[in-house]
């Protein structure tokens, strides 16, 4: 199953995708891709596997060849690190943000018009509202994706939703359908 997460700004989507992140290694299930932290000066791009981090934008810039979104500059460097990262093999793909770079052709828009759901057994992305309709027709008619919406209401119970619309519940309780 593919699952797009949005919702409001600071309403809490990458704290969702963390903790979905920390529930699919609990189940030996191997998530790839990334997930960005920080803020507000400086966002990193933080490896699903590994936990590493980069610095993906800054405020203040200072990247070499660097692109802007909103208040940030975006290092190309770490754009081509979220891409290789996405790339990986693995049974889950995360990716967050998608917003308006992407809309633009920029940033990580390569993972959509290569995006191969067929290739995991869920794809969860999480993105701005504004680009919903952008990122759904990424996703092949033999491959829909779900939206699911983070509110503050629903945000402290929607990681183990996701899990199990990802993954299904036939690995809820840790063996893996491997």
């Not at 920080?38 to 060849?65: I, K």
């Not at 290092?75 to 693995?90: E, F, K, S, T």
């Not at 995360?94 to 809309?103: F, T």
Request: glycine letters at 12%; hydrophobic letters at 40%.
């Amino acid at each position: 199953m593919n699952v797009l997460l949005t919702g409001e700004r600071n309403v809490g989507k990458t704290t969702v995708v963390e903790r979905v992140v920390a529930r699919l290694r609990e189940r030996n299930v191997d998530p790839v891709g990334f997930y960005t932290a920080g803020g507000p000066e400086t966002l990193e791009l933080v490896d699903v596997r590994t936990g590493e981090r980069t610095v993906f934008a800054s405020r203040s810039g200072g990247f070499a060849g660097d692109v802007s979104v909103g208040r940030y500059a975006v290092d190309p460097q770490a754009i081509d690190r979220g891409l290789a990262l996405a790339a990986a093999g693995g049974d889950v793909l995360v990716v967050d943000e998608i917003g308006r770079l992407e809309r633009r052709g920029e940033g990580f828009a390569p993972i959509l018009a290569s995006l191969r759901p067929d290739r995991y057994r869920g794809v969860l992305l999480s993105i701005r509202k504004g680009v919903v309709p952008f990122v759904a027709d990424a996703f092949p008619a033999a491959a829909p994706a779900e939206r699911v919406e983070v509110t503050e209401s629903n945000r402290d119970g929607l990681p183990e939703r996701i899990v199990e619309l990802l993954i299904g519940s036939d690995v809820a309780d840790g063996t893996d359908r491997g």
